[in-house]
C-alpha cells in the first residue's frame, strides 16, 4: 500500500530537551564556584604572605625598640654622670673659694692666730683654732663679718688652754646665691 501524506512539508527542528539546560546551569554555577574557589584561595594566600611579612616587620621593630631603649637607658645614665660630675666640680669650687675667703681673713700676724679644724655641713661652716690672744680672735671674727660670703659669725666658746693658748670656735652660714643682693 501507497501512501500519501497530504499534510505539507514542515521542517521540523529538533527542540533542546530541558535536562540540556540544566546541565549547562550546573556547569555553568561549576564554573562560578569554582572561580570564586580559586579566587577566595588566591586571597587567602596573598593575606598569608602579608601576615608573614608584617611579623618579619614587627620583629626588625621589636629589635629596633630594644635599641632605642637601651640607648635611652644610656643616655640617662650618662646625663646622671655628666649631672654628677658637673656638681663635683661646683662642689669643688667650692671648698677652694671658701678657704681663699677664710686665709684672706686672717689677721696680719699669722703667726697669733692658727685654724686647727673646718668643717662644712650644707651652708654651715665651723671653725676651730688657737690663738695667742683674744684681740686675734675678735680681728679674724670682723674680717669674716666682712667677707661677701659669710654672715652670722659667732663666737661659739673660747678658753684658754694653756698660759700662752686660748682656743676657739666659730660658727657661720654661708652667702646662698639666692640671698646674694643683685
Same mark, same amino acid.
Given at each position: 500500500?501507497? #501512501?500519501?501524506?497530504?499534510?505539507?512539508?514542515? =521542517?521540523?527542528? $529538533?527542540k533542546t530537551? @530541558?535536562?540540556?539546560?540544566a546541565?549547562l546551569?550546573v556547569?555553568l554555577?561549576?564554573g562560578?564556584?569554582g572561580?570564586?574557589?580559586?579566587?577566595?584561595v588566591g586571597?587567602?594566600?596573598?593575606k598569608t604572605?602579608q601576615v608573614?611579612?608584617?611579623?618579619q $616587620?614587627?620583629? #626588625?621593630?621589636?629589635?629596633?625598640t630594644? #635599641?632605642?631603649?637601651?640607648f $635611652?637607658?644610656r643616655k640617662?645614665a650618662?646625663?646622671?654622670r655628666?649631672t654628677v660630675?658637673?656638681?663635683l666640680?661646683?662642689n669643688q669650687q667650692g @671648698?677652694?673659694q671658701i678657704?681663699? $675667703?677664710?686665709?684672706?681673713?686672717?689677721? =696680719?700676724? @699669722?703667726r697669733?692666730?692658727w685654724?686647727?679644724?673646718?668643717?662644712?655641713?650644707?651652708?654651715t661652716?665651723?671653725?676651730?683654732?688657737r690663738?695667742? =690672744?683674744? @684681740?686675734f680672735?675678735?680681728?679674724?671674727?670682723?674680717?669674716?663679718?666682712r667677707?661677701p660670703?659669710?654672715?652670722?659669725v659667732d663666737?661659739r666658746?673660747?678658753e684658754?688652754?694653756?698660759?700662752r693658748?686660748?682656743?676657739f670656735?666659730l660658727?657661720?652660714e654661708?652667702?646662698?646665691?639666692d640671698e646674694?643682693?643683685?
Amino acid at each position: 500500500m501507497i #501512501r500519501i501524506n497530504l499534510f505539507p512539508v514542515v =521542517d521540523t527542528v $529538533e527542540k533542546t530537551p @530541558p535536562q540540556a539546560y540544566a546541565v549547562l546551569g550546573v556547569v555553568l554555577i561549576g564554573g562560578g564556584l569554582g572561580y570564586y574557589y580559586w579566587d577566595v584561595v588566591g586571597e587567602r594566600q596573598a593575606k598569608t604572605e602579608q601576615v608573614a611579612l608584617l611579623e618579619q $616587620e614587627s620583629q #626588625r621593630l621589636a629589635q629596633v625598640t630594644a #635599641r632605642v631603649t637601651e640607648f $635611652e637607658q644610656r643616655k640617662t645614665a650618662l646625663e646622671a654622670r655628666i649631672t654628677v660630675i658637673e656638681r663635683l666640680k661646683a662642689n669643688q669650687q667650692g @671648698p677652694v673659694q671658701i678657704m681663699s $675667703e677664710i686665709i684672706a681673713a686672717i689677721p =696680719d700676724n @699669722p703667726r697669733g692666730l692658727w685654724l686647727t679644724s673646718l668643717s662644712q655641713s650644707e651652708n654651715t661652716i665651723t671653725i676651730e683654732g688657737r690663738a695667742f =690672744d683674744v @684681740p686675734f680672735i675678735a680681728d679674724f671674727i670682723a674680717s669674716l663679718d666682712r667677707s661677701p660670703s659669710f654672715q652670722f659669725v659667732d663666737l661659739r666658746f673660747w678658753e684658754q688652754d694653756t698660759e700662752r693658748s686660748i682656743r676657739f670656735q666659730l660658727y657661720t652660714e654661708l652667702v646662698t646665691a639666692d640671698e646674694e643682693e643683685p
